[in-house]
Structures are given as structure tokens and as C-alpha cells.
Nanobody, 122 residues
């Protein structure tokens, strides 16, 4: 079993900052890509930012220059530093981890966290 657990959401005023964390644990051989997605009420889930095990990153255009994704491979943890938050950033943020579970099994498996609420409001 693999568990993915997010933390760090909350209520913040426009222009403020939050830092989300996500840790993957359990029967993991390696954690490949990790990423953050978000889903606002009435909207589809969308990619916010992703990072490979080698540190390559990509971001949604709407968060470029404001959000930074990083990871600690030793802890199987990914972070999302969110600055200059806007009301339109309000959503449930989900963490995704793409993992392998055995040294000779090249299959990758997706695991998702339960989500953490981020609300940007004055």
C-alpha cells in the first residue's frame, strides 16, 4: 500500500502566501514524477505544477512566477510554495505521486492524496 498525504492548506488573504506539503510513503521502490493539481467548485481538475525525480518542472500559465514546486527525494516529499495568492487560486489542491513498487517492476502507478482546501479571500 502507498499513502499520499497533503498538508498546509488554509485561509489566506489576497496577496498572501501558503506552503503545501505532500509526502508519499508505504510500499515504494521509487517516486518518479510528483505534482499538484487543483479543482475549484464546478470546474475540472487541472494541473498546477509538476516535478520529475531529476528536478525538471512545469507549471500552469496561471501560476508561473507566483508558485514554486520543489521536492526532497530522500523524504519522498513535494512542496508547493504559493505566493501572491489570488481569489481565483481558491480550490482543493491534490497531490499526485507516480511510483514504482519493486526493483524489477517497471510499471508506474498513480496515487493521489485526499486533497487540502486553499481559500483566498479577504
Amino acid at each position: 500500500q502507498v499513502q499520499v498525504v497533503e498538508s498546509g492548506g488554509g485561509l489566506v488573504q489576497p496577496g498572501g502566501s501558503l506552503r503545501l506539503s505532500c509526502a508519499a510513503s508505504g510500499s515504494i521502490f521509487s517516486v518518479n514524477a510528483m505534482g499538484w493539481f487543483r479543482q475549484a467548485p464546478g470546474k475540472q481538475r487541472e494541473l498546477v505544477a509538476a516535478i520529475t525525480s531529476g528536478g525538471s518542472t512545469n507549471y500552469a500559465d496561471s501560476v508561473k512566477g507566483r508558485f514554486t514546486i520543489s521536492r526532497d527525494n530522500a523524504k519522498n516529499t513535494v512542496y508547493l510554495q504559493m505566493n501572491s495568492l489570488k481569489p481565483e487560486d481558491t480550490a482543493v489542491y491534490y497531490c499526485r505521486a507516480v511510483v514504482t513498487t519493486a526493483p524489477r517492476d517497471l510499471n508506474e502507478y498513480d496515487y493521489w492524496g485526499q486533497g487540502t482546501q486553499v481559500t483566498v479571500s479577504s
